[in-house]
């Protein structure tokens, strides 16, 4: 009997949490609805009303000279772009003289970091390390919060093929599998140990959906896919977003299949709300209420506040549409009252969950904030995580690390000293960056040992076509042992409403390394972008390349790192690279065609064009290291699975170089017939592993039935028994093989 007695307290204990969690549960509800039973329509609808502060705007702005006045008037749900302390408690100040004295809830784009600027979202994705991403997105949250900001607009999870869309930088690259990993992580960051704590900000899956399926990649552009690639591709970070416990969505400027999305039932009732449960709200992208006059889908503000409202945004962002419009449509019975108290219900809650409702200060505190103002913990990890962002491309000969032995050292470029550029888009100008942001200039003064001479040249502007420059960075590039030339887009070429069709280098930059090529001497290439560019003359010239993205504040160290070898670089492209502009969109999970080439030459059995190679410049998961891994072949436990038994594939990773390193072994599958066709590869898992030199493991990875599935044409999302292929490799193109069946 006594052996019973912890089974029994542990029973009453998981009860009594489980009844705790039930009573605290059913307490906000209750909250909820007594606060709802309270509101007159106006003060409904005022909580669907996002307004843009005062201080600084991300899109254009409706103006608006009583934005105070309707504060105190319950008008306003929440705010953005209004940070700090003492801008925030000064507008919830307001919101306490309202009748119900319902807080507001201060949003912002913390999009990768907000006093401590992270690498760009693409460039984390390219460290495959969800550890650290969730680790930035922490901080971040930590920092935010600490400025008075309770809701970030990210993780922006939209799945992008196609580079030209300046938005890419936001995201984690084309594939669905790590894409939704990321999207995990992100959320998990953001959220922190839950809402309630002063450190948590509620993330928002956006742009739901499908916003990175732009036609042409030209920013707010139509999208028409169908819905099973919609399922397939775009949707699965998103769900897994909402699994996470995201507490928000935001919807997308663009259309999907000729529904805008802001007004679009399918994505926001029947997928999100039902299908998925979502129990959280969705905000409206900026003014996309009102976008959909353009659009051609509502006639007036009128009928888009209609149609959105009943398509399932709960929030307008900054139209006015909702605030102008709705009290009169539900007066028509065009919205019905039921559908507005949903939506208040849900921005509610969340409130209530954040403890606004308690102390509608909690997050302004001035102490805190200042603390978060230095943090050099954060900065540290910020250094961190920049270095497993940047991807090793080419390396010649072992150009690189660099030898410690004194030499001459040519720094030359306009990256060398840039500060601002390397925070990327959807950073913040803080007054003291030319201190805090580090240069690779900086960084090298700092590393460089006391022997070495460090020569400067900019050679040319990142924009501009000067090449007046061009003799002085020859000049240098002729007395040095080695060069370094760190080049590439300026902070602002990639981000919203930054497509751009040529997607080379900007300016001359690239003749700029053409002319010190002409030396002789030894190039290491860093290119800094918020994109996969096009830099094929510079890949030849160039002895080496590291594609640096945008690093954040501490770029200049985490470069500098890299090229003297104290990190192995270990970073996996996220997004495949075009040879060419013409290629795109050009992505490793595409489907065979009737007639797949052997090769290049393979004259009627090409897909691609008689001008291009059929293979992009960089495929997909591509990054190499300082050493080398060698590869086994492949062995599986068995020939065949049922439904519910587990494959175990494995394979023996060896670093046959001479330097620790880490790999990121991927896991790739392809269904060969299928009652709708397959993607020639799919990603279904990886592996990091560092190793010593000589050092071997065996990677394991486990595959089931339910590894299997994907959507048909009826969109059920299900296995279908027969054959398949297994792959395993250092990226989406050099892998080993190995075959198996799917039985019933
Ligand atoms: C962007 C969103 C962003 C919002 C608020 C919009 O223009 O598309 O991603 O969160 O502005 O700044």
Redesign the pocket.
């Known amino acids: 009997m006594r052996k019973h007695i912890p089974i029994l307290t542990f029973v009453f204990i998981l009860l009594l949490q489980g009844f705790i969690c039930y009573a605290q549960k059913k307490t906000i509800d209750q909250k909820v609805d007594s606060v709802l039973k309270m509101m007159t329509l106006d003060e409904k609808i005022g909580q669907m009303n996002q307004y843009n502060g005062p201080w600084g705007a991300?899109?254009p702005l409706t103006n608006d000279n009583n934005l105070l006045s309707q504060i105190k008037e319950g008008k306003v749900g929440s705010m953005?772009?209004v940070t700090g302390v003492k801008r925030t408690r000064e507008l919830q100040e307001l919101a306490m003289q309202s009748r119900l004295k319902i807080p507001l809830l201060f949003g912002q784009?913390v999009i990768h970091g907000y006093r401590t600027i992270f690498p760009i979202p693409l460039a984390e994705a390219a460290s495959w390390d969800m550890e650290a991403i969730e680790r930035s997105a922490r901080i971040a949250a930590t920092e935010a919060s600490a400025a008075g900001i309770h809701w970030t607009?990210a993780p922006?999870v939209d799945i992008a093929r196609d580079p030209r869309w300046g938005r890419v930088m936001e995201g984690a690259g084309e594939d669905p599998y790590l894409g939704s990993m990321i999207a995990v992580a992100r959320v998990k960051g953001f959220q922190g140990k839950g809402f309630g704590h002063t450190d948590a900000v509620m993330a928002c899956a956006?742009?739901f959906a499908a916003y990175g399926a732009a036609v042409g990649g030209r920013d707010y552009n139509s999208v028409d896919m169908s819905l099973r690639q919609l399922h397939e591709v775009y949707l699965p970070p998103f769900k897994a977003a909402a699994a996470a416990g995201a507490a928000s969505f935001?919807n997308s400027?663009n259309d999907l299949n000729g529904i805008p999305a802001t007004g679009n039932s399918y994505l926001q009732r029947d997928i999100l709300k039902k299908e998925w449960g979502f129990k959280g709200f969705v905000v409206s992208?900026?003014g996309s209420v009102g976008e959909m006059i353009p659009h051609g889908y509502a006639k007036d503000n009128y009928e888009a506040a209609i149609l959105a409202a009943n398509a399932g945004s709960d929030m307008d962002?900054e139209s006015r549409s909702y605030i102008k419009n709705l009290a009169q449509a539900v007066k028509e019975g065009k919205v019905k009252i039921a559908v507005i108290d949903e939506a208040v219900r849900r921005l509610l809650k969340k409130k209530f969950e954040m403890g606004l409702f308690d102390d509608p200060y909690r997050f302004c505190n001035e102490e805190r904030e200042k603390q978060q103002w230095d943090n050099q913990a954060h900065l540290h990890a910020e250094l961190d995580i920049a270095k497993r962002s940047v991807v090793l491309l080419k390396n010649e000969q072992n150009v690189l690390p660099i030898k410690r032995s004194d030499q001459t050292i040519a720094l030359i470029g306009p990256f060398v000293k840039a500060k601002s550029d390397n925070l990327g888009f959807w950073s913040y100008d803080w007054p003291d960056d030319s201190l805090r942001v580090v240069s690779l200039w900086e960084g090298m003064q700092k590393k460089a040992s006391k022997g070495t001479k460090l020569l400067y040249a900019k050679g040319c502007n990142i924009i501009d076509t000067s090449s007046s420059g061009f003799e002085e960075a020859v000049e240098a590039a002729n007395k040095a042992d080695v060069v370094i030339m760190s080049i590439g887009e300026a902070r602002d070429m990639s981000g919203?409403a930054k497509s751009r069709s040529n997607i080379h280098l900007p300016g001359v930059q690239e003749e700029l390394v053409k002319a010190v090529a002409a030396t002789g001497k030894p190039i290491i290439v860093l290119i800094s972008a918020g994109r996969p560019l096009v830099f094929n003359t510079v890949a030849e010239k160039a002895k080496a390349i590291l594609y640096t993205w945008w690093l954040g504040t501490k770029a200049g160290d985490a470069m500098t790192d890299i090229l003297f070898g104290d990190y192995n670089p270990s970073g996996k492209l996220p997004m495949s690279f075009p040879i060419t502009e013409g290629q795109i969109p050009v992505y490793y999970n595409h489907f065979n065609t009737g007639r797949p080439a052997k090769d290049d030459n393979d004259r009627f059995y090409r897909s691609a064009y008689t001008d291009l190679s059929l293979y992009p410049a960089y495929p997909f998961g591509f990054g190499l290291s300082y050493t080398h891994f060698s590869y086994s072949g492949i062995t599986l436990n068995k020939e065949s699975i049922k439904p519910g038994e587990t494959l175990k594939a494995s394979i023996t990773v060896t670093n046959i170089g001479s330097m620790e390193g880490k790999e990121t072994v991927q896991l790739y599958i392809r269904d060969l017939v299928g009652s709708v066709v397959r993607p020639v590869k799919e990603l279904k898992g990886f592996q990091q592993v560092t190793l010593k030199p000589g050092e071997s493991k065996e990677i394991y990875f486990a595959i089931t039935a339910n590894d299997l599935r994907f959507y048909n044409d009826k969109l059920l999302y299900k296995y279908e028994p027969g054959d398949f292929k297994l792959f395993i490799g250092t990226n989406s193109r050099d892998v080993k093989e190995a075959d198996f069946k799917l039985i019933k």
Do not use: I, R
Request: aromatic share 20%.
């Open positions: 991300t899109g953005l772009n784009d607009f922006m956006k742009h935001m400027f992208d900026w962002m919203e």
